[in-house]
């Protein structure tokens, strides 16, 4: 059975960091693409960033560009996403995504 479990989200002021984890079980997770989502109150679920199965090349969206950065340990089965600088339209429910599998979300709260 596959689960990704996320933790790390928490309540911090506009400026500060956090670090998001992801920790997968009951895949082949050296071999998958793996993908950060957020969804914020009465928006949709949009993509923020996401890292090939070697760790190389990751991607991300437009908003957390130059802010946010993605990164795996395949040995641990974990993926991370260190937000920096964080706003408070970054406030959202952090979702770790493998395929099509997704975790219960860790929810970020920024407040100005």
């Known amino acids: 059975q596959v689960q990704l479990v996320e933790s790390g989200g928490g309540s911090v002021q506009a400026g500060e960091s956090l670090r998001l984890s992801c920790a997968a079980s009951?895949?082949?997770?050296?071999?998958?693409?793996i993908n950060w989502f957020r969804q914020a109150p009465r928006k949709e679920r949009e993509f923020v960033a996401g890292?090939?199965?070697?760790?190389?090349?990751?991607y991300y969206a437009d908003p957390v560009k130059g802010r946010f950065t993605i990164s795996r340990d395949n040995a641990k089965n974990t993926v991370y996403l260190q937000m920096n600088s964080l706003k408070p339209e970054d406030t959202a429910v952090y979702y770790c995504?493998?395929?099509?599998?997704w975790g219960q979300g860790t929810l970020v709260t920024v407040s100005s």
């Open positions: 009951g895949v082949t997770f050296s071999t998958s693409a």
């Open positions: 995504n493998l395929n099509n599998y």
């Open positions: 890292i090939s199965w070697l760790g190389g090349s990751p």
